[in-house]
């Protein structure tokens, strides 16, 4: 079984719609969490970190379900600059880093 | 800040030869740096954990003996993959993660090698 499992998508949307993706991880023990958002032949950027309590940085909500271990982004009112594959990763205590395999959304005027 | 610069962004070689890819944190210092490879349409792959002033951890399949990564310092590690062959063509991105940091990392903008 995979460390990190995400939905490969695409999600193709209107601009305007609200989307969320999900993401599995399987070590209980995992410490951190991150969403990473990667355009095409760039490198992955830090979206936001996701905290037990959940939080918000304006059109982005992510959060975190440790009994059912998955983390969640749900990104309101899309742009079409939203467009890029979503990386879900997972970090246990030893520095190890869990990848997922991206998910991609495609916002349409 | 967390600033991450790759040096060079864009290389081709020939098969054969040696190639050395630059990773510094620019204003941070980072006791761990990771290195990756990504083909085309594929995720990210982590090929070794480098921590500063100790030999770098190899992930399986990965040879360390052609991929030598050296840490020198709290804001360099560099990556040489030795005697390219075109199947080492690949996007090269290092990342690394703040020391004391919340295990956040911060990417470089990666290093296209093309072995011709």
């Known amino acids: 079984r995979k460390e990190v499992e995400q939905d490969p998508g695409p999600f193709n949307v209107p601009e305007g719609a609200t989307v969320a993706f999900n993401c599995t991880y399987s070590?209980?023990?995992?410490?951190?969490f991150f969403w990473y958002r990667q355009d095409c032949r760039k490198e992955p950027k830090l979206l936001m970190s996701v905290y037990s309590s959940g939080n918000e940085d304006g059109r982005f909500t992510a959060q975190l379900n440790r009994a059912s271990q998955y983390i969640s982004l749900l990104i309101r009112d899309s742009k079409l600059s939203d467009s890029a594959t979503y990386l879900c990763v997972v970090n246990n205590n030893f520095n190890k880093f869990y990848f997922g395999s991206g998910t991609k959304l495609n916002v349409k005027p | 800040g967390a600033v991450v610069s790759q040096h060079p962004s864009r290389v081709i070689c020939k098969s054969g030869t040696s190639v050395k890819i630059e990773c510094r944190s620019l204003d941070f210092q980072a006791t761990t740096m990771f290195w990756y490879r990504q083909f085309p349409k594929q995720s990210l792959m982590l090929m070794a954990t480098?921590?500063?002033?100790?030999?770098?951890?190899?992930e399986q399949g990965v040879e360390k003996d052609k991929f030598l990564i050296n840490h020198a310092s709290l804001t360099l590690s560099t990556l040489t993959v030795t005697s390219a062959h075109p199947e080492d063509s690949s996007f090269y991105i290092c990342?690394?993660?703040?020391?004391?940091?919340?295990?956040?990392?911060?990417f470089g903008p990666g290093t296209r090698l093309t072995v011709t």
């Open positions: 070590n209980s023990a995992s410490q951190s």
């Open positions: 480098s921590n500063e002033g100790s030999k770098a951890t190899y």
């Open positions: 990342s690394a993660s703040p020391s004391g940091g919340a295990y956040e990392q911060y």
